[in-house]
Each structure stands twice: as structure tokens, then as C-alpha cells.
């Protein structure tokens, strides 16, 4: 997935981070320090979640991208 | 387009909301994962909610296609609700030889069904998981 490694520049910022915290939350781990652990582990799991997002529009790309969509307030 | 596909429909809002809350949505369903079965299940169904508005008519094409997989969900959360409920009553009664047989045996069956695909892994994990058990 060259997404992740250099075709974007946000997806490969969030995919360094994301492995940077998982590094800090394994090493906070190993020192058995509860707190920063679990701090580290609720910012890891949106970086996860931003990017499974990187993913699916990657993924999409061809096909569909959501600003096809049409807005009508209602 | 492909003719599986329907046309979409028109949103209330831009899609960029459609995207964010999901994304908030569903990292709260992954954190109460590890608390609440209940709360997991709650905030499962709002990602799910959200992703339906913005990818809809591809959602919906997908679920006929994987009917069976996906309408094996409701079985499968069915037995995982009671799972947790034997888990959280039951688990302390097996003491420590007991949980990781219960690993052993998720190793072993895994290792199995591994085996047809890949066999060399799979007798491995066969074997590994079921060191576990007391008595072999």
C-alpha cells in the first residue's frame, strides 16, 4: 500500500504515528504504568480508526468517492 | 457503473459529517469493547448507521452478495452474549490450568482450519494448542 507510504502525505503521517504510539504503549506496558498506557491506547485506537478511513476510501477510489453524493437539506 | 449497483441517494448534510462520525463512533465501540458486551453492541450500531448513509448502495449490494455471512451475525452475537455471561459467572471455578486450556483449544481449532490452506501453520498451531490441555 504505497497510500501509507509516501502517495499521501497525511496517510503516511498517521500510519508513522500510529506506529510510534504502538512502540510508546508497549513501552509504557512493559513499565506497568497503568495511566499512560490507557492515554496512549485511546489516541492509538483513533489513529486505527482514521486509518481503516484511508483505507476505505483508498479502496473506493475508482469506484465511488463521497462528494459524488448530492446534499438536499431537508 | 456495475448494474448490481444502485443509483445513491440524495444526503441531508455534506458527507464530511457522514465521515467524522463514524470514525468517532466507532472508536468508542472498539474502547467499550473491552468493557461492556451491552455498550460494545450499542455503539456497533451507529458506525454501522453512518456508513449506511454514505455508502449505502454499495452497503446494500454487498449484504446480498455475503447474505449468509452476514445474516450469520445475529447467531453468532447470540452465542457470544452467552459466552460472556459463563465467561463473567463461570471462569474463576477453571483456575489458571482451565484459561489456558480454553486458549489452547481456540489455538488448536484455529490451527485446524488453518491446516486445509496452509498446512505446515496449521499442524503447528494443532499441536501447540493442544499441549495446553492437561493429561497429553
Do not use: C
Amino acid at each position: 500500500m504505497l497510500l501509507f507510504m509516501g502517495r499521501s502525505a497525511a496517510g503516511t503521517v498517521l500510519f508513522a504515528a500510529g506506529i510510534l504510539f504502538t512502540a510508546l504503549v508497549l513501552l509504557t506496558a512493559y513499565k506497568r504504568r497503568v495511566l499512560p498506557t490507557v492515554v496512549l491506547t485511546v489516541v492509538l485506537v483513533y489513529l486505527m480508526t482514521f486509518l481503516r478511513d484511508f483505507v476505505r476510501t483508498g479502496y473506493l477510489a475508482p469506484v465511488f468517492s463521497p462528494d459524488q453524493l448530492k446534499v438536499a437539506p431537508q | 457503473m456495475n448494474p448490481l449497483v444502485p443509483s445513491p441517494d440524495t444526503i441531508p448534510v455534506l458527507w464530511g459529517y457522514f465521515q467524522f462520525l463514524p470514525m468517532l463512533t466507532f472508536a468508542l465501540h472498539l474502547h467499550l469493547m473491552n468493557a461492556l458486551v451491552a455498550f460494545t453492541v450499542n455503539f456497533g450500531v451507529a458506525p454501522l448507521l453512518f456508513v449506511q448513509v454514505l455508502y449505502g448502495h454499495l452497503f446494500y449490494a454487498s449484504s446480498i452478495l455475503m447474505a449468509v455471512f452476514w445474516l450469520a451475525v445475529i447467531p453468532l452475537l447470540i452465542a457470544a452474549y452467552y459466552a460472556a455471561y459463563l465467561y463473567g459467572f463461570r471462569f474463576g471455578v477453571l483456575g489458571r490450568a482451565g484459561a489456558a486450556a480454553i486458549g489452547g483449544l481456540f489455538v488448536a481449532l484455529f490451527g485446524r482450519v488453518r491446516e486445509r490452506k496452509d498446512k505446515e501453520v496449521g499442524e503447528l498451531a494443532t499441536r501447540l494448542g493442544s499441549r495446553a490441555f492437561p493429561g497429553r
